[in-house]
């Protein structure tokens, strides 16, 4: 943690690549999706003033990849919430390699009631 942002590195392996020394688009969307969920998570918790984040699942969520990642690692992944609401948390997250944003994600994160498929995944 950095302030409100949530921070990870990450460094990928040689079967993340698309092709020689560029990580996969692929990955990058589930990076961010995943790291942007576990932000959402965090914060639904906090402003509810829980002790264990709700689960939490992707209602919708946009990547902008803006220029090739290379696989050197480690990559740093950067998330934060831009609106919490409810059960709701819009989060925004950045992937960086080498000190240049490579990728960008903005999404609505939703915690799951009991009944749920994804309910107690954690």
């Given at each position: 943690?950095?302030?409100?942002?949530?921070?990870?590195?990450?460094?990928?392996?040689?079967?993340?690549?698309?092709?020689?020394?560029?990580?996969?688009?692929?990955?990058?969307?589930?990076?961010?999706?995943?790291?942007?969920?576990?932000?959402?998570?965090?914060h639904l918790m906090r402003?509810?003033?829980?002790?264990?984040?709700?689960?939490?699942?992707?209602?919708?969520?946009?990547?902008?990849?803006?220029?090739?990642?290379?696989?050197?690692?480690?990559?740093?992944?950067?998330?934060?919430?831009?609106?919490?609401?409810?059960?709701?948390?819009?989060?925004?997250?950045?992937?960086?390699?080498?000190?240049?944003?490579?990728?960008?994600?903005?999404?609505?994160?939703?915690?799951?009631?009991?009944?749920?498929?994804?309910?107690?995944?954690?």
């Amino acid at each position: 943690m950095e302030g409100d942002v949530v921070v990870a590195d990450w460094t990928p392996q040689e079967h993340h690549h698309a092709f020689e020394g560029v990580l996969s688009g692929g990955i990058v969307g589930t990076l961010l999706d995943c790291h942007c969920n576990w932000t959402a998570a965090y914060h639904l918790m906090r402003a509810q003033g829980g002790d264990v984040p709700p689960c939490t699942v992707t209602a919708e969520y946009a990547i902008t990849l803006k220029r090739p990642t290379p696989m050197a690692g480690p990559l740093r992944l950067e998330a934060k919430p831009v609106e919490i609401q409810g059960d709701r948390a819009v989060i925004e997250g950045t992937l960086t390699a080498g000190g240049k944003v490579t990728a960008t994600c903005r999404g609505t994160f939703v915690a799951v009631k009991p009944g749920h498929p994804a309910y107690h995944r954690w």
